[in-house]
T-cell receptor, first 115, second 115 residues
């Protein structure tokens, strides 16, 4: 079984500031890792995913995340945020070893970008 | 751009009533899912559907729940006898590849309120 913990429920930042949204996971098997974003009144949308290869993954809208196996983390970063990045961000994992279809999500982090 | 559509956007029902939530997945996708999010809690996996059968279900998905793809385009979630604790936002999703490697496309959700 897997679990995901997003350490910050709310992150307020000013426009053009850097941001990091933290995600830690726990799993007895190796996992794939994802970040999804939910803008107000919309469905969840994939930002980026780590399947294999380079531990630094680049996604849409200038976001990137780094997989750290020893710390079981997958933190999301952006060097300079915009007002339009205001949304809820979800970290998720899935089991690498089976062909399962279940994603396990974290609690979500509400990012609010202020002018 | 293709999208997953869900109806209704909001449904209010009395405890014990049957509810059907409808979804139109992206047309060439092969995998279909239902997730739910109780207010203030995590997004939770309910069920996945592939090749006209359930491929995986969670502990939440008991005998009160069923899914169907009746006509090759719609994907429905039925709750036979609703309970207060079924109140949640229900998200439909679809994907071309299995969830543990592919990208899930989510609908905007159907909010179910059970009184």
């Amino acid at each position: 079984a897997q679990s995901v913990t997003q350490l910050d429920s709310q992150v307020p930042v000013f426009e053009e500031a850097p941001v990091e949204l933290r995600c830690n996971y726990s799993s007895s098997v190796s996992v794939y890792l994802f970040w999804y974003v939910q803008y107000p009144n919309q469905g969840l949308q994939l930002l980026l995913k780590y399947l294999s290869g380079s531990t630094l993954v680049k996604g849409i809208n200038g976001f990137e995340a780094e997989f750290n196996k020893s710390q079981t983390s997958f933190h999301l970063r952006k060097p300079s945020v915009h007002i339009s990045d205001t949304a809820e961000y979800f970290c998720a994992v899935s089991d690498r070893q089976t062909s399962g279809s279940r994603l396990t999500f974290g609690e979500g982090t509400q990012l609010t970008v202020n002018p | 751009e293709p999208e997953v559509t869900q109806t209704p956007s909001h449904q209010v029902t009395q405890m014990g009533q049957e509810v059907i939530l409808r979804c139109v997945p992206i047309s060439n996708h092969l995998y279909f899912y239902w997730y739910r999010q109780i207010l203030g809690q995590k997004v939770e996996f309910l069920v996945s559907f592939y090749n006209n059968e359930i491929s995986e279900k969670s502990e939440i998905f008991d005998d009160q729940f069923s899914v169907e793809r009746p006509d090759g385009s719609n994907f429905t979630l039925k709750i036979r006898s609703t309970k207060l604790e079924d109140s949640a936002m229900y998200f439909c999703a679809s994907s071309l590849l299995a969830a543990n490697t592919g990208e899930l496309f989510f609908g905007e959700g159907s909010r179910l309120t059970v009184l």
